[in-house]
Structures are given as C-alpha cells and as structure tokens.
C-alpha cells in the first residue's frame, strides 16, 4: 500500500464539511473565531464512565475548573470517595489523535426511582452550544429506560433558566451552597403509567 504524505492528502468529506461550518460560522460572527469559544468537533461521543479511571479523572479536573475556581474553592478538598457509588456521564470530541472532554455531569441515586443531577460542567471553550441540554437529554433517557421517574438537581440561580427550558420546574426557595445561591428543581421523566 502507497504512502501518501499529509501534503498531498486531499480533505475528507467531514473534514470540508466542517470547514464549511466554521467559515459560515466567522461570517456570522464578523470575522475570525473568538478565541474563547471554539466550534463544535464534527464528531461527540455520549459515554459513561467508571469512578477511577484516567477519563474519570478528567471528569473532575474539568468540575474543579468551571465549577470550584471560580469560587475560590478546590474541589480535591471534598470527599470524593464518595462518588464510587454514583454514575458520570460526560460528552467527548473524538478524533484520531485524541479525545477531548466537553461536558460532564455526574448522577446520584436517591431512592426508588429518584436520582439527583450535580455538578455539570461544560468546558468554557464549547459553552452555548447546547452541549449542557445534549448531555441533560442523553441522561434523562437513560434513566428513563432504568426506571427513574424523578430527577431533582440544586441549580445555581443564574442558571435556573437554562434548567427551565430543559423542563425542570423550581421547587421552594432559594438557598446557599457553597457560597452561592440555589434553587431545588425537578423533572418527571417517566411518569406512572
């Protein structure tokens, strides 16, 4: 088999697709990509991961730095022994060199068909482009087809609307956790036949 150079390879239908993309994208925008939001990789993949891998630990680097920081707080200070017991689902660029970590969220049982949603992060360079509501939708059919019948999650207030638009309603006042405000939202995502 003949060995082509990068040279003289010619692009691959996705990858002049995505060039499309990202030109159409800049005459939008006026110009140039902003370099604080980059465009969506042309090919995600939707995964669980286990607690203790190395994909893991990418789940919480990428938590410590979109919701800890910020904060002034660390998140390798909080007993993470605890999420053994949790599941972590996470949205992923994947290419052939690499796979790149875009959003995270992780899920805990509560009782019979409850589970809470927390800590969801979308890395800031994909932030607004429905990454957070892909990775809401992938979840809730999973736990759908599990059985749950209720979500609930503590949204921090600035993001109460974006938690509405994915359906979930307010439940009671708000609330102080880890310095900032909250409000407790739930979803019925399997109602009782």
Known sequence: MAKTSDKNRRPSAVEDCAEVVNESWQRRAGGPADNRQQLLPVRREFRETDYGTEAYKRTLELRHRVLREPLGLNLWNEN???EVNQRHFSIWSVDQKTDTLLACVVIVPLAAGCVKLRQMAVDASYQRQRLGQ????????IMSSEGTRLIELH??????SFYKA???????????EVGIKH???????NPAS
């Open 134 to 141: 892909q990775l809401i939708t992938e979840v809730e059919k």
């Open 155 to 160: 949204a921090r207030v600035s993001a109460e």
């Open 166 to 176: 994915c359906g979930y309603q307010s439940v009671g006042g708000i609330f102080t």
């Open 80 to 82: 993470l022994s605890v």
């Open 183 to 189: 409000r407790c939202m739930t979803k019925i995502i």
